[in-house]
């Protein structure tokens, strides 16, 4: 990170002193957050100061003296005023401390960070004053880092939650890093900043006050007479595909496995040796408990069209082949399911993959004018079944694994996703039993080791769009109450605005460029909102946003791939981070076409990157004023 990225000044000119640095940033406040600049607080008595020199055993900076001189700190730790009502420092430093907590937090992080080089033992108000290199011991390290937390060192800002876990702190202890800030935190360890000194960490305040240049990735934001802190927003970039890296992959073959076996043969002293050679074979089946979702009177191609495959990956396949084919590359961590017919009923089967037949929505979708029973496996040992008719749940059960009546003390199994190896001591355990009700109540015989489904048709599902929670009462955006907002407007007004708010996000997050979604804001502009399904161009459009962002998501985090050696993803972070915007950005769209404004406006609110989001929001509830207005 570069000085400027901090904050710190270009110029070659010197430092302004303290004084001057908060001249400049009160009478910025004054001007620009009057309400901010009510709350700083008085001076710190010199009387004070010197009695917290001697408790700590620390001659203080002269930077810090004089900075108390002008304020004793500009919040304390029991202050139960909002972030956005004191002055604060850019995230996560928060207020500065005053002298009262900068004692109470410099002997609570002595006592859980002390460097033992230093002498502790020592009276501190005997040693107050004496010879700083006698003071402040060396320990032979030649980073002053490296320590837990140096005696010499104060922390001067109280950080976000004002519960000394984190912020910044002032060296004063002598040598190279005497009056330089660092930051600490109870995640990691101390760190220096560019800051060398108080005074430069100030004018910086100041520069940034004056000029929004950034300070740690955050901008200054006047608004409401308060001073905020707003990150500044990443450029715009186009993101690598997941879904179209998948396309550069072929679908593999079934899995093959070798394994050794034993020959005997003479050995060299007439007894016997071990000859080992390798055969190919295919890969058993796996064990067969699946997720299983019953459908009756349609068909596997129908069930498999409502679930959402894709159909380009349509096709026949084992469950060998398809569980390969689902953990491969190709399937760019989209679910394989397979359906098949059994009597008057079709079965879908989850094969890899995020399990849909369990997903309210997808039953929904399977039953429509029909009936579907859904079966699942879910923590250990547990079996889960619903029933539905018609789009409308009507029934669920739950069963649980028992204990073991041979091996009590037997720890239960974690369960696998798509299949539950049978318990040698349990042959009817709460799966079976499951299958006993379904046999009992809907009539369908399946028999998951005995039903010889063979190969399926099945395929790559683009998961059906999530459903939306219920509208829920005026929220709170980053400290901006909506309530206010929403009664001075008319619902009409309220649209309008947050229209202009979702053509903003739009923009920001770069999912104006797909045509399914200009599409959709210019029947919105012209008055006509559409509808989205699952099936039409925008809902199509949606889901596949959601699968690229669980796809990016997916091949960074927490996927085996990571520790084969040498192994470069094709997605970055950036990539994550932008197919996550545009999912949560189409996700707010759909809130605005189908929910309340109100609704809509915090989910919109909630994703803008724009620091002046709160001011361009009021500004579109004025312009949609004033052409209800004129309309009028």
């Not at 002595?110 to 700083?132: K, L, W």
């Not at 715009?236 to 899995?255: D, F, G, K, M, N």
């Not at 679910?335 to 929904?364: F, H, I, K, N, Y």
């Amino acid at each position: 990170m570069t000085a400027m990225d901090h904050g710190a000044s270009p110029s070659p000119h010197p430092t302004p002193s303290v004084d001057e640095s908060w001249d400049r940033i009160e009478a910025w406040l004054a001007e620009h957050a009057p309400v901010t600049y009510g709350t700083l607080r008085p001076p710190a008595r010199e009387e004070d100061v010197e009695a917290a020199q001697r408790e700590l055993g620390v001659a203080f900076h002269p930077d810090l003296i004089a900075s108390l001189r002008r304020h004793d700190g500009t919040a304390r730790r029991d202050d139960r005023r909002n972030a956005e009502d004191v002055l604060e420092m850019p995230r996560p430093y928060g207020p500065l401390a005053g002298l009262d907590d900068l004692v109470h937090g410099t002997l609570f992080l002595r006592s859980f960070g002390a460097d033992p080089a230093e002498d502790f033992g020592a009276d501190p108000a005997e040693d107050f004053g004496a010879d700083p290199a006698e003071d402040f011991a060396h320990d032979g390290s030649d980073r002053e880092e490296d320590a837990g937390w140096r005696r010499a060192w104060l922390p001067i800002t109280l950080g976000i939650g004002r519960d000394t876990r984190g912020g910044l702190f002032l060296s004063c202890r002598e040598g190279a890093r005497y009056g330089a800030l660092g930051r600490y935190s109870d995640e990691e360890p101390p760190s220096f900043t560019p800051w060398t000194s108080l005074r430069r960490f100030l004018a910086a305040l100041a520069d940034s006050l004056e000029t929004r240049r950034p300070i740690d990735g955050a901008v200054p934001v006047a608004f409401d007479g308060r001073l905020l802190w707003e990150d500044v927003p990443e450029p715009l970039v186009e993101p690598r595909s997941a879904l179209a890296e998948a396309e550069r992959h072929a679908e593999p073959e079934p899995p093959v496995r070798e394994y050794t076996a034993e020959v005997p043969r003479p050995g060299p002293d007439g007894g016997r040796a071990i000859a080992f050679f390798l055969r190919r074979i295919t890969a058993p089946t796996p064990p067969d408990r699946p997720d299983v979702v019953f459908v009756e009177h349609l068909e596997p191609a129908e069930v498999l069209r409502r679930v959402g495959v894709v159909p380009h990956t349509l096709r026949d396949r084992s469950r060998a082949r398809a569980r390969a084919a689902g953990e491969s590359a190709w399937a760019a961590f989209r679910p394989m399911v397979r359906a098949g017919a059994l009597g008057t009923w079709s079965c879908l089967l989850d094969e890899t993959g995020e399990p849909q037949g369990r997903r309210p929505e997808v039953l929904r979708r399977l039953s429509t004018g029909t009936r579907a029973v859904a079966l699942w496996r879910q923590g250990r040992g547990e079996v889960h079944l619903a029933a539905y008719e018609d789009g409308r749940p009507v029934r669920t059960e739950r069963l649980h694994r028992r204990p073991s009546p041979s091996r009590p003390g037997r720890p239960h199994r974690a369960v696998l996703s798509s299949s539950l190896p049978p318990e040698e001591d349990e042959p009817h355990g709460p799966y079976e039993e499951m299958l006993d009700l379904v046999r009992e109540t809907w009539g369908i015989d399946f028999h998951p080791g005995e039903t010889d489904l063979g190969v399926l048709p099945g395929g790559l599902v683009l998961p059906l769009l999530d459903d939306l929670p219920q509208p829920a009462p005026y929220s709170t955006v980053h400290h901006l109450d909506l309530g206010p907002a929403v009664e001075r407007a008319d619902e009409a007004t309220l649209r309008a605005a947050v229209a202009a708010q979702l053509r903003r996000l739009a923009a920001e997050t770069g999912i104006d460029a797909h045509p399914e979604i200009a599409d959709a804001l210019r029947l919105v502009d012209a008055g006509r909102p559409p509808t989205v399904t699952d099936d039409d161009p925008l809902g199509v459009r949606l889901r596949t946003l959601n699968a690229e962002a669980h796809a990016a998501h997916r091949s960074l985090v927490g996927h085996d791939r990571w520790t084969r050696p040498g192994f470069r993803p094709a997605i970055t972070e950036k990539d994550r981070r932008a197919w996550t915007s545009r999912a949560r950005a189409g996700r707010a769209l759909r809130l605005f076409l189908e929910q309340p404004p109100h609704v809509a406006g915090a989910a919109v609110l909630e994703q803008r990157t724009s620091p002046d989001w709160r001011a361009e929001f009021l500004h579109d509830l004025d312009h949609a004023r004033g052409a209800r207005a004129v309309d009028g």
